[in-house]
């Protein structure tokens, strides 16, 4: 069984609708697909519609952004209740932060001549999705600014350019807190990709692990060998599950459907654990 636990959509940063990432994920052989979308759950119900058609179990889930001391990380969130009250209460805090900073960032921007407007965002944006600086790249994009995302954050929109504009985000225990009082099970992502900026230091998993933190995902792009076997040997310190997968953004990351995967038994540990929603899509039972 193949499983790839961290995708993303239109409904946030991604390229593709929940349905097209979910058939992307049958054609590259994917059995099982989680649809993690940033701060917003409004890809599920899509997501298990094309998994229902074509043969693939859906995991709802969610990425949640986190803060500690300026440092920015984030927990995935699976099976939880998407009407839990303070997880929702912290994800609405944050996509309405997001949208605040948007609109600040583009408003540095346009005094620059990178941007003309900040309605060429906002056509940059589908309706309902979680709003953030890959739509501000997108938007840079179609004008002519830049020839691509990847170009626009190497430049203007690095957290150390002067246009960067931080956003709310809660600590990484209050996250974690929250995801279980909604019957999820909350992974901390790639917590050792040391080439996005600075990361925690293992105190902050161990902290999260006393709240209630169910795992780590080990096996990821941004992982070097020596950040796996960190992030392995963390997680059997603190007896936790150990997680792999693509963080599939479509065409605005190169990453790829399946190229890190999960083992069938984290998967099943993971379904014991979560109470607070079910699977979506194709029948898990009959895929193995």
Not at 101 to 128: C, N
Not at 258 to 278: D, F, P, Q, R, W
Request: proline share 4%.
């Amino acid at each position: 069984m193949r499983i790839d636990l961290h995708t993303h959509s239109t409904a946030s940063d991604g390229t593709e609708p929940p349905e097209q990432v979910v058939r992307a994920g049958a054609a590259a052989g994917l059995d099982v697909l989680a649809l993690t979308d940033h701060d917003t759950t409004v890809g599920w119900e899509a997501a298990g519609h094309a998994g229902a058609q074509a043969g693939v179990t859906v995991v709802p889930g969610m990425e949640l952004s986190c803060s500690f001391r300026g440092i920015s990380l984030h927990v995935l969130a699976y099976l939880f209740d998407p009407a839990a009250e303070d997880l929702l209460a912290e994800t609405t805090r944050s996509r309405e932060s997001r949208e605040t900073r948007l609109q600040a960032m583009a408003e540095l921007l346009i005094e620059d001549g990178h941007l003309d407007s900040y309605e060429q965002v906002l056509a940059q944006v589908p309706a309902g999705a979680t709003m953030g600086r890959p739509h501000l790249a997108d938007a840079m994009v179609a004008a002519g600014r830049f020839a691509s995302r990847d170009e626009a954050f190497a430049d203007v929109l690095s957290s150390r350019s002067r246009y960067y504009v931080g956003h709310y985000a809660p600590s990484p225990v209050t996250a974690v807190q929250a995801i279980r009082a909604a019957g999820g099970v909350p992974v901390i992502a790639h917590p050792f990709a040391d080439s996005r900026g600075r990361t925690v230091g293992e105190d902050v998993i161990e902290q999260m692990a006393l709240a209630g933190l169910a795992g780590i995902e080990v096996d990821h792009r941004d992982h070097s060998p020596q950040a796996r076997e960190r992030a392995a040997a963390l997680a059997r310190r603190l007896g936790l599950l150990a997680t792999g997968s693509s963080d599939y953004h479509g065409t605005g990351k190169p990453n790829r459907l399946g190229e890190n995967t999960t083992s069938e038994g984290v998967l099943h540990a993971i379904l014991e654990l979560g109470t607070g929603s079910g699977l979506f899509g194709a029948d898990l039972a009959r895929r193995g």
